[in-house]
């Protein structure tokens, strides 16, 4: 008998060789010269099929840089199971060198040194809470980390600063490479935070993002983050000379060369397309066409057998060469696959096992003997990753476990079809099971919204709803609110009335996330239901708060009156389970009713109550709140110096709690008031400082609000050119973000700043636009305040001769509205703004009727005025 090793037929790891791209090569080694010499961020999206080569491409390109101009590289890519944030979490992995097997201490105590040697200051300790919650590692917190954590939407504004002033950092000790790759696949949130970074990062980085065509039809706006810093590379087929370099290159092994019948048959079905090409190689050899007789691994020999070739059946789709590589599967490999495919394109060796016990009668004594079965498992799967079909991962995210990935999605999507629905449903309840008993399952997002899905599939829908509504709390809690969003939905969906008291809590956060995300009227929905089933249930704190969240919402649209109604039932039921601090929010939120409503006396009442409260309290944000809302109170009743001390006061205190929302807020407020002593140099200093520590935590639509007040700074200086750049600015950030409210304020500027150059055409389409948008979002406050601007501009001549009437009939709209709200200040305002332009305007200087009706109006507004004065001074 011979001792000789019988030839081996498993496919070989063979990977296309990068030919025919030699122009793709050198365009981006162009983008990173230029990121090199302009220290500047470039992005270079490759885009392409599965196989085309963008990774191969991506690695060919650092392969040929130069050593000494050699970036560091971080790579990154999305989880499997759609964790939100999950492209970040390999990123920082990758940045920090923090693998899953390394233990949870040794994790922060890499991670906190290699800040530490980024920044070298006292900020490590916040900057590595808020970059280790990207990564799953927590981090002691701190006075601030506590204070901002209390708002998740301020929390989830500075992680992005932070982790834009830290990259940033980086880049200063040496170039920074990203490759992100299988881009299409990554979850809102990360493409939302990779958004922000491409637009806003400064230095020498190059960010490569790899991507199918899916990508650009999802984010149709993709290609324009960045602007002209951000080229696409789009990878077609290689041409017919290059593919067949890259098939006669796969089969170099092959004994006295590859045989021209062989790369015929290769070069036919893969059609230019590396990967397929490289996928052919792995046909032959499955079907036998291919045999390695080499003695040793690194010196493969190939033996052809072209009477093989005669009879396989060479695939002419994708579709035929998957079957094809499924069908030389053994029942038992084929079995096996199967249940790796239920848990999905990731899988681990203990949930295998549990599956193949599924039908198998336990042991009466467990030992050693008993385990054979997981030998034999793991044997077979060594040979699929020797054949190409699984990857074995380095290390798991489960402690003691071994994590595999199919190689192939196309491979893993077509067997879970071949599974009957029956066996389905049993599988992914023994899936289930598994999970459940893994320690940081319910801990973590990913794993938690994996454990709801096999749930939901194993049709076990009440425990689904339970874990996917805690899913839910566990992305809110990342500051992910698209992720939570989907979460408590289908969550929310599944429950429907198994639960009321956790329905009621779902509706409740699911709330708050949907208010967070702007969709109002699906928020208005959530709590509407809550406040129903609180009030089924006697529950009158939650039903407080239901009210409490309605009102706020009518209140911001201008339903002042349903506003009030709901925010005093709130305060009603607050009152009776003595919620103290639901007591004080519900008073600030009248007294800021009764603020836009004109009527200052009582809001300044409202909300000294609930300073008082939260004194007693001792919650230093919500009395900076209150001080900041005391103070716009008395600017708007006249009473700039109590309006000045109130403000200053709230600014000093977030100084101290290191708020920068809130310091943006108080400034913005300070400099408004200077504006009102027409101090528009002080106004503007204070805007710009502002907008720098906006700019820096990097909120978009606060540092629109601040660019909007420097435009009206600047146009007080008869700066209008420059007024009109930060205006526009404010313009495109809005438009980006969809903050409609903003950007109409934005329009309203950017209208005065025309009329002040008399570009009366660009004028009436401003204010146009924004009254569009003012009536779109519902805000009767500033659509009154947009009429009267539209009235100046229409009187002004915006439309040209012989539309008196209609700048009379805006003015009108303004004042009914104004009326209709019960603001009487704004009412006199645009009383003002009425009587001005009859009083200036050629067409009514001989109308008598009209010019009694504005003497009459302006008195009108002046009483109102002195009365305001007098009721402030007392």
Known sequence: MSDEAPPSTAAPLVRAPVIGRDGELAFLKQIY???????????ATIVGPAGIGKTRLAEQLLLELPASRRPRVYRGSPRAQGLAYGLFDSLLRSAFELHEGLSHEASIVRLRDEVASVLDDRRVGDVCYFLGGLCGLSFTDSPFTRAVTDDPAQARLIRRAVLRSFFEADARRAPLCFVLDDLEGADE????????????????????????PELLSRHERWLQAAGSRHDLVELAPV????????????????????????????????????????????????????RDVGEAAERPEWRVDLERLNHARMPLTMDDAVAARLAVLSAVERRLLEHAAAMGSVFWLGGLVALARMDREAPDLW??????????????????????????????????????????????????????PAASRRRHQTIADWLAQKDNVRSQEEYSAMLARHLELAGCLT????????????????????????????????????????????????????????????ALAAFREMLALAYRLGLKGKGGAAHNRIGRLHRDTGSLDNAREHLEHGLELFNIVRDRRGVAASHDDIGKLLWMRGEYESALEQMRTALDMRKELGD????????????????DHGQQAKAREALEASLAIRRERNDPLGIVESLNALGDLALDHADAEKALKLFYEAHAIARDVGEHNRIALVLTN?????????????????LTEAEGLCDETGDRLHLAEAKQGLAKAYLEQKDLKRAREAIKRAVDLLGQVRSKPHLAIALRTLGEVTGAGAWGDGHEVKAVDYFMRSIAICKEIGNEFEVAKSYRAFSTYVFTSPAYRHNADIQREARKLESMAEEIFERHRLGAAS
């Open 33 to 43: 010269d230029s990121a090199l010499a302009r220290a500047e961020l470039r992005v």
């Open 189 to 212: 949130d990360s493409l939302d935070l990779l958004t922000y970074l491409i637009q806003e990062l400064k230095g020498p980085i190059f960010v490569v993002c790899l991507a199918r």
């Open 239 to 290: 041409g017919s000379v290059d593919a067949r370099a890259i098939m006669q290159a796969l089969l170099t092994p092959c004994e006295d060369g590859p045989p021209e019948r062989l790369l015929e048959a290769g070069l036919g079905m893969a059609g230019g397309n590396p990967g397929l090409l490289a996928h052919m190689v792995r046909i032959f050899f499955d079907s036998g066409v291919l």
């Open 367 to 420: 030992s050693s003997k008993t385990e054979m079965d997981v030998a034999e498992i793991e044997r077979s799967l060594s040979e699929l990753v020797q054949r190409d079909y699984v990857l074995r991962l380095p290390d798991s995210a489960f402690p003691g476990e071994i994590e595999y990935v199919f190689k192939h999605n196309l491979e893993r999507e077509r067997i879970a079809q071949m599974i009957s």
């Open 463 to 522: 425990r689904a709803a339970f874990t996917y509504v805690d899913s839910g709390g566990l992305a809110r809690a990342q500051y992910a609110q698209k992720r939570a969003n989907d979460h408590y939905r289908r969550g929310l969906e599944l429950l429907g009335e198994d639960d009321a008291r956790r329905r009621l809590d779902a509706l409740h956060d699911h709330g708050d996330v949907l208010v967070q995300l702007g969709r109002t009227d699906e």
């Open 620 to 635: 230093g944000r919500s009395i900076a709140l209150s001080l900041n809302n005391i103070g716009l109170v008395w600017r």
């Open 710 to 726: 420097i435009g009206e700074a600047l146009l007080r200086l008869k700066r209008a050119d420059e007024a009109i750049t930060a």
